[in-house]
């Protein structure tokens, strides 16, 4: 199935650090969902985004709904090592019901 | 955020045996649901949409015979896997959308359910 641009593919980033992911997509979409997703289990609603230039902020995570409504962006501050998973974005259309899910940032973070 | 109940967690069966997956919104109502099949590694592959009182909607590819779903009520979708092959085994997980105005719809995740066929 189609599936989003999701960059990087990978981080190791020390403890303390900002990290920036971003997810892009040739289609329009009208809402972003940025989740993170541990070993073994469902991936955790983090941030939901619903208007172009949108910046929603959640704790230590700011996303934001690109002005081009085409990309999101994703961005931790000061990471800590429980950080450590996989994030993924979703994207889902005007007049559609299908989210379609980004490939996937995998971040580790050292102490 | 709203909780998704997903069960069980992990179970091993024998080959030609079948299992049920159960998933459930626990405070909202979801009208849709969705079924995920996850490789280790990768990002989440569609499998079919539930829909309550209605047939589900495969993806392409999915095979309909083999991957039973119900949707019984507001609350709860079912995954049968039947007659399980070890290809068969994988990190499945449902997804309850809440439904509210455009502006806030969000997508909840269950815990998933790690099936092994040996």
């Known amino acids: 199935g189609q599936q989003l641009n999701q960059s990087p593919q990978s981080m190791f980033i020390q403890e303390g650090e900002d990290v920036s992911m971003n997810c892009t997509s040739s289609s329009i979409f009208n809402t972003w969902l940025w989740y993170k997703q541990e070993p073994g289990e469902g991936p955790v609603l983090l941030i939901a985004l619903y208007k172009a230039g949108e910046l929603t902020s959640n704790g230590r995570l700011t996303a934001q709904f690109g002005i081009t409504r085409k990309d999101s962006f994703l961005n931790i501050s000061a990471s800590i090592p429980s950080d450590v998973g996989i994030y993924f974005c979703?994207?889902?259309?005007?007049?559609?019901?299908?989210?379609?899910f980004g490939t996937g940032t995998r971040l580790k973070v050292l102490a | 955020g709203a909780v998704v109940s997903q069960h069980p967690s992990r179970v091993i069966c024998k080959s030609g045996t079948s299992v049920k997956i159960e998933c459930r919104s626990l405070d909202f109502q979801a009208t849709t649901m969705f079924w995920y099949r996850q490789f280790p590694k990768q990002s989440l592959m569609l499998m079919a949409t539930?829909?309550?009182?209605?047939?589900?909607?495969?993806e392409q590819g999915v095979e309909k015979d083999k991957f039973l779903i119900n949707h019984a009520s507001l609350t709860l979708s079912t995954l049968t896997v039947t007659s399980a092959h070890p290809e068969d085994s994988s990190f499945y997980i449902c997804s309850a959308s809440s439904l509210g105005p455009p502006t806030n719809e969000k997508l909840f995740f269950g815990s998933g359910t790690q099936l092994s066929v040996l």
């Open positions: 979703a994207g889902k259309k005007s007049g559609t019901y299908k989210y379609i």
């Open positions: 539930s829909n309550e009182g209605s047939k589900a909607t495969y």
